[in-house]
């Protein structure tokens, strides 16, 4: 007990010290996830999410919960996402300009079912959930928050645990309506103990406790040749439009500790309380639409994500407040307005092919934030994909599929000023560079 407790007291004092002084080492702090940075399934990898407001897979959990009743058979879906990236920080004064390298390695899985056949009526409720997993599912809690020299981009490094339920019902003449909650963890621990000088430790309490915190996701998608012309035919047969409302969310931890030094720091010894968030999602209106020919589909989406409110968030944050920083250095977002546009094609009931397209305006405003120093561009996304149905099973009831997609980010060059905590200023232009690859495997049911 006490080798242990010794190790917790050591980890706690690295993690202040951390905190408090320069890393050399590279950081991967992350204010996203995996729905946002990149792209649930493979058809969101690989139209760039422009058509997912219109995906009928699990993914709708996230990007439009009323599209889970687009089919009514009901799914068992599992892939795996890999994104690699290089992220770049040029100085002509240093060694190295990669400030980031390590990829995101998710495993997902996800299900969704007609809950309508519990109830004696044949109005169908659709239920969906999926679980994204870091490092192919060893890594429930991915969480990185901390000060940096050298420089951190806002957006990418490891994912947090993404975990999405949600449900649908049709309500008159196409047009469906779906909620669905987005959960993310607020972790606290509080450790007291007694330490000598050698850092042998008595009479020690740790607790530690993990509370969900559940964030609504509202959507509504409206066919309007089924709503305004169900009976014949007329010039709003094939489209679809959608709207959807995600409310902002993000992961916290918060540690208390208090220690009490033999012949050094005297009861009630020394406190120290450590709060912080990461993986911060900020509130976003959607609208999208599409329209589907006979073989073939096009659409759109367009997106406000409300980043200003992510100031406001960093100020009860221990790590990240600049409140003794002058108020023209101060982290600044911007609310931000994404657009997104993506194709699909039957090539023939077997095959299918998609791609698609969006330019995301970076939300951080300011290009100097000493301390923190993060970084983040404008980019460009670009995606391809493919779909394959194998309809010869001979003991499953419905054909088997298999999705894969391919992304690019390409991050626009933009300049920087970093602040270190000598207040010593450098001057560096950020950019990067971002390959996702993305695989899964339908079973309907």
Same mark, same amino acid.
């Given at each position: 007990?006490?080798?242990?407790?010794?190790?917790?007291?050591?980890?706690?004092?690295?993690?202040?010290?951390?905190?408090?002084?320069?890393?050399?080492?590279?950081?991967?702090?992350?204010?996203?996830?995996?729905?946002?940075?990149?792209?649930?399934?493979?058809?969101?990898?690989?139209?760039?999410?422009?058509?997912?407001?219109?995906?009928?897979?699990?993914?709708?959990?996230?990007?439009?919960?009323?599209?889970?009743?687009?089919?009514?058979?009901?799914?068992?879906?599992?892939?795996?996402?890999?994104?690699?990236?290089?992220?770049?920080?040029?100085?002509?004064?240093?060694?190295?300009?990669?400030?980031?390298?390590?990829?995101?390695?998710?495993?997902?899985?996800?299900?969704?079912?007609?809950?309508?056949?519990?109830?004696? /009526?044949?109005?169908?409720?659709?239920?969906?959930?999926?679980?994204?997993?870091?490092?192919?599912? $060893?890594?429930?809690?991915?969480?990185?928050?901390?000060?940096?020299?050298?420089?951190?981009?806002?957006?990418?490094?490891?994912?947090?645990?993404?975990?999405?339920?949600?449900?649908?019902?049709?309500?008159?003449?196409?047009?469906?309506?779906?909620?669905?909650?987005?959960?993310?963890?607020?972790?606290?621990?509080?450790?007291?103990?007694?330490?000598?000088?050698?850092?042998?430790?008595?009479?020690?309490?740790?607790?530690?406790?993990?509370?969900?915190?559940?964030?609504?996701?509202?959507?509504?998608?409206?066919?309007?040749?089924?709503?305004?012309?169900?009976?014949?035919?007329?010039?709003?047969?094939?489209?679809?439009?959608?709207?959807?409302?995600?409310?902002?969310?993000?992961?916290?931890?918060?540690?208390?500790?208090?220690?009490?030094?033999?012949?050094?720091?005297?009861?009630?010894?020394?406190?120290?309380?450590?709060?912080?968030?990461?993986?911060?999602?900020?509130?976003?209106?959607?609208?999208?639409?599409?329209?589907?020919?006979?073989?073939?589909?096009?659409?759109?989406?367009?997106?406000?994500?409300?980043?200003?409110?992510?100031?406001?968030?960093?100020?009860?944050?221990?790590?990240?407040?600049?409140?003794?920083?002058?108020?023209?250095?101060?982290?600044?977002?911007?609310?931000?307005?994404?657009?997104?546009?993506?194709?699909?094609?039957?090539?023939?009931?077997?095959?299918?092919?998609?791609?698609?397209?969006?330019?995301?305006?970076?939300?951080?405003? /300011?290009?100097?934030?000493?301390?923190?120093?993060?970084?983040?561009?404008? $980019?460009?996304?670009?995606?391809?994909?493919?779909?394959?149905?194998?309809?010869?099973?001979?003991?499953?009831?419905?054909?088997?599929?298999?999705?894969?997609?391919?992304?690019?980010?390409?991050?626009?060059?933009?300049?920087?000023?970093?602040?270190?905590?000598?207040?010593?200023?450098?001057?560096?232009?950020?950019?990067?560079?971002?390959?996702?690859?993305?695989?899964?495997?339908?079973?309907?049911?």
């Amino acid at each position: 007990m006490a080798s242990t407790s010794r190790f917790s007291v050591r980890a706690l004092t690295l993690a202040v010290a951390a905190i408090s002084t320069t890393l050399s080492m590279s950081a991967s702090a992350s204010m996203g996830n995996i729905g946002t940075t990149y792209g649930v399934m493979p058809i969101d990898v690989a139209t760039a999410q422009s058509l997912s407001m219109f995906n009928d897979q699990v993914s709708a959990t996230y990007y439009n919960p009323s599209a889970l009743t687009l089919d009514e058979r009901g799914e068992l879906t599992t892939g795996m996402l890999h994104a690699e990236q290089e992220l770049r920080s040029a100085n002509p004064n240093a060694s190295g300009d990669v400030v980031s390298s390590s990829p995101s390695q998710h495993v997902l899985i996800g299900m969704k079912t007609n809950l309508g056949s519990l109830t004696r /009526s044949d109005h169908p409720i659709y239920l969906g959930f999926i679980a994204g997993v870091e490092k192919y599912g $060893k890594e429930m809690l991915a969480f990185d928050s901390q000060t940096s020299a050298n420089g951190q981009f806002l957006q990418y490094g490891k994912e947090p645990l993404f975990l999405n339920i949600g449900g649908a019902t049709p309500i008159w003449r196409g047009i469906s309506v779906g909620a669905s909650a987005r959960i993310t963890l607020e972790a606290t621990a509080n450790l007291n103990a007694v330490s000598t000088l050698g850092g042998e430790t008595s009479r020690e309490r740790l607790a530690v406790n993990a509370e969900p915190s559940l964030k609504t996701i509202l959507g509504t998608t409206i066919d309007l040749g089924s709503t305004f012309c169900p009976e014949s035919n007329c010039f709003l047969q094939g489209w679809e439009t959608a709207l959807t409302y995600r409310t902002k969310s993000s992961a916290a931890t918060t540690v208390d500790s208090n220690i009490i030094v033999t012949q050094t720091i005297p009861d009630p010894g020394l406190s120290l309380a450590v709060s912080t968030i990461d993986s911060f999602q900020p509130e976003t209106f959607g609208f999208g639409a599409q329209y589907k020919g006979e073989n073939w589909r096009i659409g759109g989406s367009i997106e406000q994500q409300n980043w200003s409110e992510l100031s406001k968030e960093f100020a009860g944050d221990t790590i990240k407040d600049q409140s003794t920083v002058a108020a023209d250095s101060r982290i600044q977002f911007d609310d931000t307005l994404i657009p997104r546009i993506g194709a699909e094609f039957a090539l023939n009931k077997n095959f299918s092919v998609r791609g698609g397209i969006a330019y995301e305006e970076s939300p951080l405003k /300011s290009t100097r934030n000493p301390e923190i120093n993060y970084l983040d561009t404008d $980019k460009i996304v670009v995606g391809l994909g493919l779909s394959a149905t194998y309809d010869r099973t001979r003991l499953l009831a419905y054909p088997i599929r298999f999705d894969l997609g391919y992304q690019y980010q390409q991050l626009q060059e933009r300049d920087f000023t970093l602040v270190d905590f000598d207040g010593t200023e450098t001057d560096v232009t950020a950019d990067g560079d971002v390959h996702v690859i993305s695989g899964s495997v339908t079973l309907k049911f």
